[in-house]
Structure formats: C-alpha cells, structure tokens
C-alpha cells in the first residue's frame, strides 16, 4: 500500500504542478470571450498557429488529441503539438494510475458476476449502459466481501438499487436528499418485478433456477454529511427486510458535487463499510476548501493531504469546464453550436448599452430552441432578461462585422483548445481522492477504474476501494457467506 501511495502521490504533484499554469485560461466563461479579450491569454505563437488552421482541422483538435501518442498529425505546427503531448503526458491513462476491472478482479481474487437479466423499459440507452456495468461490479464485490445489505448513495429513482436486487438477490437502502412519492414509488416497483418476470420467461429460466422476483429496496430522504453514523440505518434495514446485518457496501452512480466526495470520507468514517463503488459527476457543484468563492459547510476538494498543503483551488469556472466530454466531441466531431458565439457578442452589447449595471446580472440561461439568426437570439434574451434593448439592422450588422470571421473562428478554437485542458481538472479531482483513500490504515486497497464508455457516459471513472478485515470482525459476523469471506490485504 506504502507503494501505492507513493505512485498516486506522485502523479498528483506533476498534475497539479503542470495544472496550475493553465488555471487562468480554465477559468475563463465563454460569455466574456470578447469583454474581457480572453483570446489574448494565450501565447501568441498558439493564436498564430490556431488561425492558421481551416475549420475542420480546429474541430478535428479533440480526436487528434485522444490520438497523439500513435499519430502527430502534419497540419499541427510545432507550439501546439507540444502543448497537446504535454497535455497527454499528464493524463490518467499516462500517469499510470488507471487500472481496470480485469487487473482488480486478478488482484483481489474476485470472481466476476453477471446478470442473468437486462431490460431497458425504464431507462435510456446512457441510464441503460450505466446501470448494467455498475450492477454486475457491485455485486461481484458484494459477493467478495460477503456485504448483502448496499447502500446506493444519491440513489434518485432507484434503476440501479432495483437491478441489484433482482438479479443478484441483494438488499439495498437507497439514500437520496430529494422527497419521494412513497405511492409513485410502489408502482415503480411493482413495474420492475412485473417486466423482470416477464424477461425471465423469455429467458426460459427452468424451474431449478429458481429466481426471486422480489424488489428489497428500501428508499430513505436524508441528507448525508462525512461524520453520519450509519449503524441506524442498517438497524433500520435489518427490521425493514427481517434480516441481520452488520455491515454494509456504500455505493454511488453519478454522486453530484459533494456528494461524491462526502461518499469518500463516509466510507473511511464508518467501520461497517466493506467497500466503496461511486462515480461522481457534476464537479461545478463541489465546494472547494481554498476558493474563497465556496461556502460550503463541508467542502469536497481538496481532500489529498498533499493538495491541502498546497492550499491548492481550481476555481468554479474550471470545474465547470470539467464536465465537457472530451471523447463525445471527437467521436461526433462535434462543432460549437452558433449560440456560443451570439452569447459572447450580446455580451458585447449589454455592457456597451448598458454600462452601469453589473455583468454578473446578464444571466440568460440555456436557449430552450434554436433560433435562425442572431437578431432572433437579440429579441429572446433581451425579452427574458426584460431589458428595454432595440437594434436597428444597421446596427446589428455593425456588431457583427466588428465581431467578424476572424474573431469568431478566434472564439471556436479556443473553446476546442480548452477543451483539451478541460480534462484534466476531472482528473485532478478524482487523483485527490485516490490519494486521500491511499492516506488511510483502514483501507487495503483502492483503484480509479474506467467503468463506462465516455461517449455514451462522459462521467466514466468509478473510485473503488476495501478495507481491511481482521479476524475479529470476522467473528462478529453471523452471516452464512462468511465462510467464503477472503482478507482484503
């Protein structure tokens, strides 16, 4: 584990040390890419050589990215290439702290479970994808560590809850801080366990494969913090489902901001957890304990003492571009929309129209519908920000030959230049807490796993992690798989 340790420490240091020079171009807004000339913080030899670029080749920089380490591509000039394998150098992948669920299953022992029955009547194809990945996983290492009772964190509806019990006979508590129609919810689950019996018979499971058609899901609204005691809970379950439980897996599909991180030092806190699963998303949300921004109670990052000694801060806008999915945008060879541009140039003309109000009050929001013009884009945002705002034509064809070609193709490729840095904010954030779980005795082993394909999920990555069992807690335990119990390290 020392070992470990010092690898994850390690790639911490380069990523943050090479992260931070960047910090002030991640956290950029593309709403001010023309009030606050955005376009200049970069080097000039980059904006040379990004201009020299046609159209496709800019929206071709994400795929020619994820490619860089088998082919330099000869359109790229020399400044540029070297930023983007700078970038690459410190991805996850190329700071060696990726593993897969292949080498975890080899490492620890554990046998690979598979469920006899997959449906998507009540999810999309993404829900759909997340959800058969993540339920086989988690009950391979429910089963390993002997736990029959989950608790799925941040459970919302409870696909993946419900999944786990029918097909792997598992008890889960769900745990959500959203309130719950207890009647709607009854009707979910009688819908489940009516589709699943239906899916059986298709399956043509004989008699001698009996399959337990129950739901044993329990669903909770509480709002969670590091320092919970969950031993009520499970007293709780144990009365709700008539069975014995003394310890528990805590788990999480797409834990939103401090969630994700609070599930971290919950499973750390609590000596009844086995092993944690949990994918966290929506970074823009999580409270950061050196941003001076944040005023969250309990702010999720840092948690690595090394990044705390740094008094290291990312700042909301780079969290925000966190989110954006690298690997859709090169697979789709996806172009910005125009909305992007027409955000940043009425920018421009609220300010110049409007210059004894504060820019932080020119809050938009996302357009519901696309719009054919940006005279049509003018009329919905002034009309929604209820601002006495009228353009003549001339006018607007004045805004948009100042803003012309140039300053928009400037625009668009800075977006797909960030685009690259962007995930490397996602990393660091999901270093620190591997390196946070690498800190702790009671931990025996942690890996950061891609669990999904980031095009049809972008928020691929799953922290996984065990504690250690003694012997003692060994015998406290009356359940019948303990037999089957391994040592975790």
Same mark, same amino acid.
């Given at each position: 584990?020392? $070992?470990?340790?010092?690898?994850?420490?390690?790639?911490?240091?380069?990523?943050?040390?090479?992260?931070?020079?960047?910090?002030? &171009?991640?956290?950029?807004?593309? +709403?001010?890419?023309?009030?606050e000339?955005?376009?200049?913080?970069?080097?000039?030899?980059?904006?040379?050589?990004?201009?020299a670029?046609?159209?496709?080749?800019i929206?071709?920089?994400?795929?020619?990215?994820?490619?860089?380490?088998?082919?330099?591509?000869?359109?790229?000039?020399?400044s540029?290439?070297?930023l983007?394998?700078?970038?690459?150098?410190h991805?996850?992948?190329?700071?060696?702290?990726?593993d897969?669920?292949p080498?975890?299953?080899?490492?620890?022992?554990?046998?690979?479970?598979?469920?006899?029955i997959?449906?998507?009547?009540?999810?999309?194809?993404?829900?759909?994808h997340?959800v058969g990945?993540?339920?086989?996983?988690v009950?391979?290492?429910a089963n390993y560590?002997?736990?029959?009772?989950? +608790?799925?964190?941040?459970?919302?509806?409870?696909?993946?809850?419900?999944?786990?019990?029918?097909?792997?006979?598992?008890y889960?508590?769900?745990?959500?801080?959203?309130?719950f129609?207890a009647?709607?919810?009854?009707?979910?689950?009688?819908?489940?366990?009516?589709?699943?019996?239906?899916?059986?018979?298709?399956a043509?499971?004989t008699?001698?494969?009996?399959?337990?058609?129950s739901?044993?899901?329990?669903?909770?609204?509480?709002?969670?913090?590091?320092?919970?005691? &969950?031993?009520?809970?499970?007293e709780?379950?144990?009365?709700?489902?008539?069975?014995?439980f003394?310890? +528990?897996?805590?788990?999480?599909?797409?834990?939103?901001?401090?969630l994700?991180?609070?599930?971290?030092?919950?499973?750390v806190?609590?000596?009844?957890?086995?092993?944690?699963?949990?994918?966290?998303c929506?970074?823009?949300?999580?409270?950061?304990?050196?941003?001076?921004?944040s005023?969250?109670?309990?702010?999720?990052?840092?948690?690595?003492?090394?990044?705390?000694s740094?008094?290291?801060? /990312?700042?909301?806008?780079?969290?925000?571009?966190s989110?954006?999915?690298?690997?859709r945008?090169? $697979?789709?060879k996806?172009?910005?929309?125009?909305?992007?541009?027409?955000?940043?140039?009425?920018?421009?003309?609220?300010?110049?129209?409007?210059?004894?109000t504060?820019?932080?009050?020119?809050?938009?929001?996302?357009?519901?519908?696309?719009?054919?013009?940006?005279?049509?884009?003018?009329?919905?945002?002034?009309?929604?920000?209820?601002?006495? /705002?009228?353009?003549?034509?001339?006018?607007?064809?004045?805004?948009?030959?100042?803003?012309?070609?140039?300053?928009?193709?400037?625009?668009?490729?800075?977006?797909?230049?960030?685009?690259?840095?962007?995930?490397?904010?996602?990393?660091?954030?999901?270093?620190?807490?591997?390196?946070?779980?690498?800190?702790?005795?009671?931990v025996s082993?942690?890996?950061?796993v891609?669990?999904?394909?980031?095009? $049809?999920?972008?928020?691929?990555y799953?922290?996984?992690?065990?504690?250690? +069992?003694?012997?003692?807690?060994?015998?406290?335990c009356?359940?019948?798989?303990?037999?089957e119990?391994?040592?975790?390290?």
């Open positions: 584990m020392e $070992t470990r340790h010092i690898t994850i420490q390690s790639a911490l240091e380069k990523l943050s040390s090479f992260l931070e020079s960047f910090l002030p &171009i991640l956290n950029t807004h593309m +709403v001010h890419f023309y009030t000339e955005i376009w200049g913080k970069l080097k000039s030899e980059l904006q040379t050589e990004l201009m670029m046609n159209d496709t080749e929206t071709e920089l994400p795929n020619d990215y994820l490619n860089i380490s088998v082919s330099k591509p000869s359109h790229i000039s020399p540029l290439l070297q983007m394998e700078d970038i690459f150098k991805n996850l992948e190329s700071l060696n702290v990726l897969d669920l080498s975890v299953w080899k490492q620890l022992d554990i046998k690979p479970l598979s469920s006899p997959h449906f998507d009547k009540f999810m999309t194809v993404k829900k759909c997340e990945a993540l339920c086989d996983t009950a391979s290492f560590t002997a736990s029959k009772l989950i +608790v799925d964190l941040g459970c919302g509806k409870g696909a993946l809850a419900s999944m786990l019990s029918l097909n792997h006979g598992l889960v508590s769900g745990i959500d801080a959203a309130g129609n009647h709607v919810e009854a009707g979910r689950q009688s819908m489940l366990q009516k589709t699943f019996k239906s899916h059986v018979k298709k043509r499971l008699d001698e494969e009996e399959v337990d058609l739901v044993r899901f329990r669903r909770s609204t509480l709002y969670l913090s590091n320092n919970f005691d &969950i031993r009520p809970l499970i709780e379950c144990s009365e709700h489902f008539q069975q014995s003394r310890h +528990v897996g805590l788990i999480g599909l797409h834990t939103c901001g401090n994700a991180s609070t599930s971290v030092q919950l499973f806190n609590s000596p009844e957890s086995r092993f944690l699963c949990n994918v966290g929506c970074y823009h949300l999580l409270d950061e304990i050196f941003d001076k921004n005023n969250g109670q309990e702010p999720g990052f840092p948690l690595s003492s090394y990044l705390k740094k008094s290291f801060a /990312l700042g909301r806008n780079a969290r925000m571009v989110s954006q999915p690298l690997e945008y090169a $697979t789709n996806q172009v910005q929309p125009e909305v992007l541009f027409y955000r940043s140039l009425l920018q421009v003309i609220l300010e110049e129209k409007f210059p004894s504060p820019p932080v009050e020119f809050q938009v929001g996302r357009l519901r519908k696309p719009v054919g013009s940006f005279r049509e884009y003018l009329q919905w945002a002034t009309k929604k920000l209820k601002l006495n /705002l009228v353009l003549t034509d001339d006018e607007i064809e004045a805004y948009l030959t100042r803003f012309g070609d140039d300053k928009r193709r400037n625009l668009y490729a800075f977006f797909q230049l960030r685009l690259l840095l962007a995930s490397l904010v996602e990393h660091i954030i999901l270093l620190d807490r591997l390196a946070f779980l690498t800190e702790q005795e009671v082993h942690s890996f950061l891609r669990i999904f394909s980031p095009v $049809t999920s972008p928020r691929c799953a922290l996984i992690a065990f504690k250690h +069992v003694s012997e003692n807690a060994l015998k406290l009356n359940e019948p798989e303990i037999e119990i391994k040592l975790l390290g």
